[in-house]
T-cell receptor, first 118, second 111 residues
Framework: GAGVSQSPRYKVTKRGQDVALRCDPISGHVSLYWYRQALGQGPEFLTYFNYEAQQDKSGLPNDRFSAERPEGSISTLTIQRTEQRDSAMYRC????????????????FGPGTRLTVL | GQQVMQIPQYQHVQEGEDFTTYCNSSTTLSNIQWYKQRPGGHPVFLIQLVKSGEVKKQKRLTFQFGEAKKNSSLHITATQTTDVGTYFCAGGPTGDYKLSFGAGTTVTVRA
């Protein structure tokens, strides 16, 4: 596809259930990022992949959150034992290159998955 | 930790007027990026500034990176209804890749 895609677009789940959010980055993009965006706020960094390697997961709120990108393309963000405070828009972004301090790492965002935990 | 702050939070502009939104960081940034998010949409990259004091223009939009690489501004001239949306700045400290996004400036335009 032409852009970053995410599925599902909307997810409603009950507290305590596990959810898996999928991101399909732009073909050939090396870097993949997961963000969480609350209403009225900017995206908040969760984790970053360079190819299949998870380079940084310091933004994951706690150990209920995990992410993988096993073949260096599609990525899954999993939230176990969901809580109401996990409700938010989860966004994925990809960029063509590995990070460079030259700054040529424009990020392309997907449409997001709106997660609601009841 | 690093914080990126944007002011104002809301900007109500008469069509045809100019306005400026500001972005300030508590730490030195390796680069600053600006994104625009339309209502109901996702952030879309506008521009990236890397050099101290750098100024870049995109039609009616002028972006500036401060000399100390701790602040940036976006100036829009002759505002149009198509400028409606939330403008985010995002930056990372020197040598880091993690972008810290500001809370954004939400722009509405009165026709």
């Amino acid at each position: 596809g032409a852009g970053v895609s995410q599925s599902p677009r909307y997810k409603v789940t009950k507290r305590g259930q596990d959810v898996a959010l999928r991101c399909d980055p732009i073909s050939g993009h090396v870097s993949l990022y997961w963000y969480r965006q609350a209403l009225g706020q900017g995206p908040e960094f969760l984790t970053y992949f360079n190819y299949e390697a998870q380079q940084d997961k310091s933004g994951l709120p706690n150990d209920r959150f995990s992410a993988e990108r096993p073949e260096g393309s599609i990525s899954t963000l999993t939230i176990q034992r969901t809580e109401q405070r996990d409700s938010a828009m989860y966004r994925c972004a990809s960029s063509q290159n590995s990070f460079s301090i030259r700054g040529d790492n424009e990020q392309f965002f997907g449409p997001g998955t709106r997660l609601t935990v009841l | 930790g690093q914080q990126v702050m944007q002011i104002p939070q809301y900007q109500h502009v008469q069509e045809g007027e100019d306005f400026t939104t500001y972005c300030n960081s508590s730490t030195t940034l390796s680069n600053i990026q600006w994104y625009k998010q339309r209502p109901g949409g996702h952030p879309v990259f506008l521009i990236q500034l890397v050099k101290s004091g750098e100024v870049k223009k995109q039609k009616r939009l002028t972006f500036q990176f401060g000399e100390a690489k701790k602040n940036s501004s976006l100036h829009i001239t002759a505002t149009q209804t198509t400028d409606v949306g939330t403008y985010f700045c995002a930056g990372g400290p020197t040598g880091d890749y993690k972008l810290s996004f500001g809370a954004g400036t939400t722009v509405t335009v009165r026709a």
